[in-house]
């Protein structure tokens, strides 16, 4: 009898230590909305004056009052359209609460209805930074909840966006989803704007006549929309163009909205879109639309990225006109590598106009000696 009452008091103390350690380790509670209404810790913290006393209070909590502190912060910060300010908590976030944040917290977290969209995005960013620094992806179940959110038209349209730019698990299951967005009349122009890339990344073949679509018919939908179809159109691959066109007519489709349209935002964030697109046309139609760019800067970026492009126009053997598009490109961007090109048309070129304009470049260049950019090179292999 008192062996078997010895064993019970040992179980028992081993039961005991399993629920403390197990205490201990789980010992948190999320949140709740009226913790978060009374704002204790916020209403100590903007007292606050110096940096280091900050850190040195944040970094006194527990995980269920940091969880706390920044749900408070997030829900007054939302209120005052502030969501940079979050970034206060970035390094006792890191240092102190994503490793001790687990999938099922960010899922309570993105799924809780009466936390502010701040502290949700706040949320979904940590779960992603913690992802992206073990070198993994989401898991799925996590994107369920996110999905969740991004369907749900009644949620605030930033929050959709963060959550569909978070995802990583995104399929051909998800075609509907994003096209029914792309479809949708209401006004979210930003998720409608990021549901069109994440639809090229799944289905070119899809994407490509709904961005031409959208170009060609660029009055009836929001700037963000057309800048990401003409940004998308030029890195459409050539095997789907040849599959559905036969022939590219990128650059002419580009070049008719910069024609037609008024936007010089759209136009600009064309431009630069065109620099994909590394082609004698796609030279000629920024240059010959020049007129329609407000700032040379854009132009002049784009001649970098299309360098090598713009050096091969300025060949002798090439045909006048070529050569002068080419040095207009050098009059606006005078990069100092152009100079052996322009040495030779200056002494070798048979149009007298060309001879001059190229003698009058290398003084301009000597002037102001630019140096272009090789990264944009890579973009040619």
Not at 20 to 44: C, F, G
Not at 145 to 167: C, G, H, P, W
Not at 262 to 270: A, G
């Amino acid at each position: 009898m008192k062996k078997i009452f010895t064993i019970l008091i040992v179980i028992s103390l081993i039961s005991t230590s399993v629920l403390l350690s197990s205490a201990n380790v789980n010992d948190y509670r999320a949140p709740d909305i009226q913790q978060i209404k009374e704002k204790q810790h916020y209403k100590k913290i903007i007292g606050i004056k110096e940096k280091n006393e900050f850190d040195t209070y944040v970094n006194t909590l527990n995980k269920s009052e940091l969880i706390l502190t920044i749900a408070e912060f997030a829900d007054e910060l939302e209120k005052a359209n502030d969501p940079t300010s979050m970034t206060m908590f970035a390094d006792v976030t890191r240092n102190k609460l994503i490793n001790e944040l687990t999938e099922s917290d960010y899922i309570s977290f993105v799924e809780n209805k009466d936390y502010s969209d701040l502290f949700k995005t706040y949320m979904i960013d940590c779960y992603s930074y913690s992802k992206h620094k073990s070198n993994k992806k989401n898991t799925d179940k996590f994107d369920n909840s996110l999905r969740t959110i991004v369907k749900d038209s009644s949620e605030n349209q930033k929050l959709r966006f963060y959550a569909l730019a978070s995802m990583d698990n995104l399929d051909n299951n998800d075609i509907d989803m994003l096209k029914e967005i792309i479809d949708s009349k209401e006004q979210n122009e930003i998720l409608k704007a990021r549901s069109l890339k994440e639809l090229k990344k799944i289905n070119e073949q899809e994407t490509y006549p709904i961005i031409k679509q959208i170009i060609k018919g660029h009055k009836k939908y929001s700037d963000k929309e057309v800048g990401m179809s003409i940004d998308l159109l030029t890195r459409t691959s050539s095997s789907v163009i040849s599959e559905l066109d036969g022939e590219d007519h990128r650059v002419d489709i580009i070049e008719n909205f910069i024609k037609e349209s008024n936007n010089y935002i759209t136009i600009n964030s064309s431009i630069r879109s065109l620099g994909n697109i590394k082609t004698q046309n796609s030279v000629k139609a920024v240059i010959n639309n020049r007129e329609k760019v407000q700032e040379n800067s854009v132009i002049a970026y784009y001649i970098n990225k299309n360098y090598l492009t713009v050096e091969k126009m300025l060949e002798i053997t090439n045909d006048i006109e070529t050569i002068k598009v080419g040095l207009e490109c050098v009059d606006i961007a005078p990069f100092k590598s152009f100079m052996p090109k322009l040495e030779i048309l200056a002494n070798n070129c048979s149009d007298e106009e060309v001879k001059n304009q190229a003698k009058n470049l290398i003084t301009k260049v000597n002037e102001h000696s630019y140096e272009r950019n090789i990264k944009w090179d890579e973009d040619y292999n």
